[in-house]
T-cell receptor
Framework: EADIYQTPRYLVIGTGKKITLECSQT?????MYWYQQDPGMELHLIHYSYGVNSTEKGDLSSESTVSRIRTEHFPLTLESARPSHTSQYLC?????????FGPGTRLTVT | GQQVMQIPQYQHVQEGEDFTTYCNSSTTLSNIQWYKQRPGGHPVFLIQLVKSGEVKKQKRLTFQFGEAKKNSALPITATQTTDVGTYFCAGPGTGANNLFFGTGTRLTVIP
């Protein structure tokens, strides 16, 4: 199984703050993804990357941005957090056709 | 737009009972994947089906791909408490290597 790491695991932050959610993987996978998932609901793709310096927006519109400067690192940034951003954010990488997910970051914006 | 619906949305079963979740797509799928997410956990890949009418088994789980490649079923026989979680199907999404996840079926097993 791939090793996908996400930090922080839990974050409570006030409105207007800038935050960066970290995601890293040690398997050298080129394809990486960010999903947003509300409790008990389906996963929505918000960003993806097929390699270094490649990033695309996903199916769900998001005010977040991503970068891919290194293969192993795919951080997600919210410039100004709002209560509507409260959700779980899952990072994943792909090997072959299989996606491997990190443990997720549960974000609460007060 | 693309829609992948799963039914039921929730299911409570007594331990030992059988259970089936169904996945229905509005479009023909080149393949379908199944993932399981335990409560508080992250999705974990279970299987991929590619061929029309394909059936694969993993112990008490049977994965089925419809003949028209627009639906899939996951029957679980003799459920156990370890089966608790949300089961998601996923088809190809926009982008060559993306997935579009279904709405999920949350299974609760009562001991």
């Amino acid at each position: 199984e791939a090793d996908i790491y996400q930090t922080p695991r839990y974050l409570v932050i006030g409105t207007g703050k800038k935050i960066t959610l970290e995601c890293s993987q040690t398997m050298g996978h080129d394809k990486m993804y960010w999903y947003q998932q509300d409790p008990g609901m389906e996963l929505h793709l918000i960003h993806y990357s097929y390699g270094v310096n490649s990033t695309e927006k996903g199916d769900l519109s998001s005010e977040s941005t991503v970068s891919r400067i290194r293969t192993e690192h795919f951080p997600l940034t919210l410039e100004s957090a709002r209560p509507s951003h409260t959700s779980q954010y899952l990072c994943a990488s792909m090997r072959g056709y299989e996606q491997y997910f990190g443990p997720g970051t549960r974000l609460t914006v007060t | 737009g693309q829609q992948v619906m799963q039914i039921p949305q929730y299911q409570h079963v007594q331990e030992g009972e059988d259970f089936t979740t169904y996945c229905n797509s509005s479009t023909t799928l080149s393949n379908i994947q199944w993932y399981k997410q335990r409560p508080g956990g992250h999705p974990v890949f279970l299987i991929q089906l590619v061929k029309s009418g394909e059936v694969k088994k993993q112990k008490r789980l049977t994965f089925q791909f419809g003949e028209a490649k627009k639906n899939s079923a996951l029957p679980i026989t003799a459920t156990q408490t370890t089966d608790v979680g949300t089961y998601f199907c996923a088809g190809p999404g926009t982008g060559a290597n993306n997935l579009f996840f279904g709405t999920g079926t949350r299974l609760t097993v009562i001991p």
